[in-house]
Every structure is written in structure tokens, then in C-alpha cells.
């Protein structure tokens, strides 16, 4: 494995991200962004990992079982081979779905990344306007919202009464 991988990919990634208009920053929360450049260093680390881990161990796996039972009667090999082939079409059609709900979680998690830091960054404003027993919190729904971009959705909680806990 190649060392330091991680940091190599978190600091490319943040060269890449410093790069960028500064319409790109205005558009998401400095968490969100901070948090995505954060994954997508142990994002690739692991991917690497696991595809080399996945097939270095079905390769030694496959060609040992095979070698043995071949050496007993070939046609024993036809339910590895079959086995194989079921495997592979597996792999081939529950990847993809996975995958997409695996960038919908990574999102999510930067989203709350960037909500929690944003509020922390506007702290003064947050205790300024909120109340003493309400303390800004932010509601629940928004901590499980799935954009980073939609700054407009980061508003904190209304009492039953209509005062607001924090600023809107």
C-alpha cells in the first residue's frame, strides 16, 4: 500500500478545492466542504483497500480451491466455476446501487458537518437572538437534511408561540 495515501488525497483535493471561484464557497457551508475534502481522503484509501484486499483473496482463494479439486476429477470444478460466475454478476449488478447510496450518506454527512460549523462560526448571532432556556438549537430535519448547498433551509427553531430561537 502506499504510504501516506490519505494525506496525499486530502491535500491534492484541497489544492483543487483552493482553486475554485469564489461563487463555489458562497454556495456551501464552510463545513460542508471542509468535511467533503476530509472523506474523500479515507474514501479512496479505503476503496483501494478493499478492491485490493477483495480480489488478492478471491484470485489465492479460487486458485487454490481449483487446483485442488481439479486434481481430484475436473468436474467437481464446475460448481466453483458456476459459483464464480454468480459471484461476479453479484458484484456486477449490487455495486452500483451501493455506490449511489453510499455519495447520498457521504453528502448527508457533510451537510450536518456544515450546519454544525456554520452554526458554531455565527455563534455570537446564535446566542444574540436566542433565547436562554432554547440555547439556538436547530431542528432535527435539518440535521438530516442531504444538501450542503441549500444555506437557505439552516434556520433554527420556532417556539409553539412563534419566537424564534435563533436567527432565521
Known amino acids: 500500500m502506499i504510504p501516506g495515501l ?3 488525497v486530502r491535500w491534492r483535493t484541497y489544492r483543487y478545492v483552493q482553486r475554485q471561484s469564489l461563487s463555489f464557497f458562497q454556495d456551501d457551508f464552510a463545513g460542508c ?6 472523506q ?4 479512496v484509501r479505503e476503496s483501494v483497500v478493499n478492491v485490493v484486499d477483495g480480489i488478492w483473496f478471491l484470485f489465492i482463494y479460487l486458485t487454490g480451491t481449483l487446483a485442488l479439486v481439479v ?4 468436474r467437481m470444478a464446475l460448481p466453483l ?3 464464480t460466475i454468480g459471484y461476479g454478476a453479484t458484484i456486477y449488478f449490487m455495486v452500483p446501487p451501493v455506490r449511489v447510496r453510499s455519495a447520498a450518506v457521504a453528502e448527508a454527512d457533510s451537510a450536518l458537518s456544515g450546519r454544525l460549523v456554520g452554526s458554531f462560526t455565527n455563534i455570537q448571532a446564535v446566542k444574540l437572538f436566542s433565547e436562554f432556556r432554547a440555547g439556538g438549537r436547530l431542528r432535527a430535519e435539518e440535521l438530516r437534511a442531504p444538501a450542503c448547498g441549500d444555506a437557505t433551509a439552516a434556520s433554527f427553531h420556532r417556539d409553539d408561540d412563534g419566537r424564534a430561537d435563533g436567527p432565521q
Open 40 to 43: 474523500t481522503g479515507m474514501a
Open 33 to 38: 466542504v471542509a468535511q467533503k475534502v476530509m
Open 81 to 83: 466455476v458456476l459459483w
Open 71 to 74: 486434481g481430484l476429477d475436473w
Open 6 to 8: 490519505t494525506a496525499l
